[in-house]
């Protein structure tokens, strides 16, 4: 499976950006879809993740409600919409898959390449 990000792009302080996901192969109910995202310099950190079966939604506290992940199973394809872009959102968007729900990369067994997201002031 692979899963392939799009999306990025440099925008403005304030601007908002959607982030998709299309993996090659179907999402099952079974699979958490989440977004993470690494600044220069900084750890691979969380920002949202989807339950693919039930939909529910898990979101980093520290984006402040800017963020919004869904998921459309028509297209197999999860999304990331995010509003009042700060430059602090400057980083590489991961996509990930998991079995079971968790906030650190390591309980993410798929991933995609990145998409760049820069946010200039």
């Known amino acids: 499976v692979q899963l392939q990000a799009s999306g990025g792009g440099l925008v403005q302080a304030g601007d908002s950006l959607r982030l998709s996901c299309a993996p090659s192969g179907r999402i099952f109910s079974s699979h958490i879809m989440g977004w993470f995202r690494q600044a220069p310099g900084k750890e691979r950190e969380f920002v949202a993740a989807?339950?693919?079966?039930?939909?529910?939604?898990y979101y980093s506290d520290s984006l402040e409600g800017r963020f919004t992940i869904s998921g459309d199973k028509a297209e197999n394809t999860v999304y990331l919409q995010m509003n009042s872009l700060k430059p602090d959102d400057t980083a590489v968007y991961y996509c990930?898959?998991?079995?079971?729900?968790?906030?650190?990369?390591?309980?993410?067994?798929?991933w995609g390449q990145g998409t760049l997201v820069t946010v200039s002031s």
């Open positions: 989807i339950r693919w079966g039930t939909g529910r939604t």
């Open positions: 990930a898959r998991a079995n079971s729900y968790g906030t650190t990369p390591k309980d993410y067994n798929v």
